[in-house]
């Protein structure tokens, strides 16, 4: 296995721990005890932790270890801000170059996200990734591949935040999200009308921040009207 092939394990094994909320709130994350862990030298693993760092997933800390983050508000304020300018950048190269059969995979990914619902409960894993998927694909019709990976980055750094909120809380709250707009979105964007796909997508965009206003963990004081 390759070393960066090693790296990337890692990083998805410490990424899936800390969503998991297996290491406490003041935990420093240590090269030695993670190359222990898991088995590897510390070279993959001080790569997994400062990429992690470029995603403010954890922090540096001299002479310590990494520091994880923990989202606050204007953490999801941010990045839904950014998710915004990356989204819509892409768009009108979307609707006026994107081919049949790119929306034809796109219908079946929003379909496929659909049926798993339909058979119950969706753990909230499937259910982000499921989102994730959508966006990123949807995205990468523009043929920007800086674009589409700083997308996927802040989505990474959203499912801290999507986990930190709804890993042990009532199903409902996050399947409250539905696919209609994704539907929707791919109608319009078929049609070629801009001002409609703008508008759904700005509206699918704040719909995830929407799930944690009212929640006093990130928006202190703040309460849903």
Not at 18 to 24: E, L, Q
Not at 85 to 105: F, K, N, P, W, Y
């Amino acid at each position: 296995m390759g070393q960066a092939t090693i790296k990337q394990r890692i990083y998805s094994r410490i990424l899936d721990e800390i969503v998991a909320k297996k290491y406490p709130v003041d935990c420093i994350l240590k090269e030695k005890e993670l190359s222990e862990k898991f088995g590897v030298s510390k070279a993959p693993v001080r790569e997994a932790l400062v990429e992690l760092s470029k995603e403010n997933i954890v922090k540096s800390i001299p002479r310590a270890g990494y520091r994880i983050v923990q989202f606050t508000g204007k953490d999801i304020s941010e990045a839904t801000e950014l998710r915004l300018i990356l989204e819509l950048s892409a768009l009108d190269t979307i609707i006026g170059s994107i081919r049949r059969e790119s929306l034809q995979r796109l219908h079946a990914e929003v379909e496929k996200a659909a049926a798993s619902r339909r058979h119950g409960v969706v753990p909230v894993d499937v259910w982000w990734n499921n989102n994730i998927r959508f966006h990123v694909a949807l995205n990468a019709e523009a043929g920007n591949s800086l674009l589409t990976s700083t997308l996927e980055s802040v989505l990474n750094r959203l499912w801290r935040a999507i986990a930190q909120l709804f890993w042990s809380g009532d199903s409902e709250d996050y399947l409250g999200f539905k696919p209609d707009k994704h539907i929707a979105l791919l109608r319009v964007i078929e049609e070629k009308d801009s001002a409609e796909a703008r508008k759904i997508l700005s509206e699918d965009i704040f719909s995830i921040r929407g799930l944690f206003e009212g929640r006093p963990s990130f928006f202190p004081g703040k309460t849903t009207p």
